[in-house]
């Protein structure tokens, strides 16, 4: 009779062994997330914000600067190489949020949003290239919205510079994929962080708010920072080799299409059992 060799549990090698990976805006939401989950994979993390006191771990390496300085963004590239050696990943996350509409914006109020959500992730991209080549390649991944293609009501400023992103994360994909650099980009919907709840607080009913933005979505739920680094993972690793110039869209299926019932008496079945495989109509 022949024996069989008992099973033994399988070793899974974690999927950023051996990485850098650079964050920004990396102290809290969805940046916290990714560099949590990042160094939970194996990989060596640097993160950088305005303030640098809200520490992820004590084996990340936790940067104070302005990513919208090129000044501040070059000392952090040189400070990561001096201390981690490489860099593999980069992750342009951080961003500002501005609620007004055109007329309501400042011309100061505009350039802040820009100098943040779009220059920074130039600023980075273009400090960062040199490590990447002599890595041999990597990733770079944007984190941008929903907002990128469509126009969220009095967020004029916000939805220009999340459109913006995108359009960079396509040029440097072309531009830099012959020396193996890979770019991507986020979009993700309503997320609950800091800076969403925020605005459901300034709402004359912030549960109404938070329930009306659950019900536009088709999971009936807002998405989390987890479920973000967990896309940011995928991409950061060898797994998303040949995904590169793309925006990736993780809603929820709220862009998807209209998931309500005009009718206001919410969503149903409208297939009519009549008439089998045809969709009825109000």
């Excluded at 990485?19 to 993390?45: D, H, P």
């Excluded at 920074?120 to 941008?144: D, E, Q, Y």
């Excluded at 510079?161 to 960079?168: D, T």
């Excluded at 999971?219 to 995904?243: G, H, I, K, M, Q």
Aim: aromatic share 4%; hydrophobic share 40%; charged share 25%.
């Amino acid at each position: 009779m022949r024996k069989v060799k008992p099973l033994t549990p399988s070793t899974r090698t974690r999927s950023l062994a051996g990485k850098v990976a650079l964050i920004t805006g990396g102290s809290r939401g969805i940046g916290r997330a990714i560099a949590e989950r990042f160094e939970r994979e194996g990989a060596r993390v640097a993160t950088v914000s305005r303030s640098s006191g809200s520490v992820v771990s004590g084996k990340v390496l936790s940067l104070a600067g302005d990513v919208s300085s090129e000044g501040d963004v070059i000392d952090v590239m040189q400070e990561v190489e001096r201390a981690l050696g490489r860099l593999d990943v980069l992750v342009n996350n951080a961003a500002v949020e501005l609620d007004a509409r055109v007329e309501e914006t400042s011309v100061t109020q505009w350039d802040q949003v820009m100098a943040v959500n779009v220059r920074s992730v130039f600023l980075c991209t273009k400090h960062a290239l040199p490590m990447l080549r002599r890595a041999g390649g990597g990733s770079i991944i944007n984190v941008s919205s929903i907002n990128g293609f469509w126009a969220e009501p009095g967020l004029a400023a916000y939805n220009a510079s999340k459109g913006a992103v995108l359009a960079l994360t396509r040029a440097i994909a072309i531009d830099h994929g012959p020396e193996g650099v890979r770019c991507n980009s986020i979009c993700p919907s309503y997320v609950v962080t800091d800076m969403l709840q925020q605005f459901f607080d300034s709402q004359a009913d912030p549960r109404d708010a938070r329930a009306r933005a659950e019900s536009a979505h088709a999971l009936r739920r807002l998405s989390t920072p987890d479920e973000v680094a967990s896309l940011a993972l995928w991409l950061a690793s060898e797994e998303s080799s040949f995904a590169s110039g793309h925006s990736f869209v993780l809603d929820g299926g709220l862009t998807a299409g209209r998931s309500f019932d005009l009718s206001g008496t919410g969503v149903k079945d409208h297939r009519d059992s009549s008439k089998p495989g045809r969709i009825g109509t109000r």
